[in-house]
């Protein structure tokens, strides 16, 4: 069964250094989502991503952070300048359609990756 | 706004015995409702969907309108089952609201 992936499965870094986390969605979707989970606090929505722009964007996501799909295969989350709050684990799902067609298929989750901010 | 509400931070039963893990939500448009599971050291995995009404592992939820509820059930508890559980909420945008989970322990 195809899996979101993620790499690296933990990052530690610097304050004020610049990140990327990577996930390769699953092959045939099309809707793309950063989430992150700060240790002991729920899921939270950063953004969501489709034909090459965003769709939506919590407050979370700030001008620090941006994503992009370089390739036809990876979608990255880019935090420019990392603080001690970033450090949290971050989620990369991908669904088949978009939310008015989600409960057919729902969104799949990658394993996360682990940012550690020192 | 979208919120979900999981009351029960933890949940412990022991094996054999009915579960009943709750979820409330609050929306104005029309809820999209999941049920996520993630088991120790495991990715989030996607268990249930309002819209199919299935049953996965012996889990069922049925989505209640009027309560705003999407409550989690098995009749009888399998020490496998022992997860954290996550309810989540999908409205007309692009995104998933979650609640902050449910530890279920299943003791033998």
């Known amino acids: 069964e195809p899996e979101v992936t993620q790499t690296p499965s933990h990052q530690v870094t610097q304050m004020g250094q610049e990140v990327i986390l990577r996930c390769v969605p699953i092959?045939?979707?099309?809707?793309f989502y950063w989430y992150r989970q700060i240790l002991g606090q729920k899921v939270e929505f950063l953004v969501s991503f489709y034909n090459n722009e965003i769709s939506e964007k919590s407050e979370i996501f700030d001008d620090q952070f941006s994503v992009e799909r370089p390739d036809g295969s990876n979608f990255t989350l880019k935090i420019r300048s990392t603080k001690l709050e970033d450090s949290a684990m971050y989620f990369c799902a991908s669904s088949e359609v978009g939310l008015r067609g989600l409960a057919e298929g729902g969104q799949y989750f990658g394993p996360g990756t682990r940012l550690t901010v020192t | 706004a979208q919120r979900v509400t999981q009351p029960e931070k933890l949940l412990s039963v022991f094996k054999g015995a009915p579960v009943e893990l709750k979820c409330n939500y609050s929306y104005s448009g029309s809820p999209e409702l999941f049920w996520y599971v993630q088991y120790s050291r495991q990715r989030l995995q996607l268990l249930l969907r309002h819209i199919s009404r299935e049953s996965i592992k012996g889990f069922t939820a049925d989505l209640n309108k009027g309560e705003t509820s999407f409550h989690l059930k098995k009749p009888f508890a399998q020490e496998e089952d022992s997860a954290m559980y996550y309810c989540?909420?999908?409205?007309?945008?692009?995104?998933?609201?979650f609640g902050k989970g449910t530890l279920l322990t299943v003791n033998p």
């Open positions: 989540a909420l999908g409205g007309s945008n692009y995104k998933l609201t």
């Open positions: 092959s045939n979707h099309l809707y």
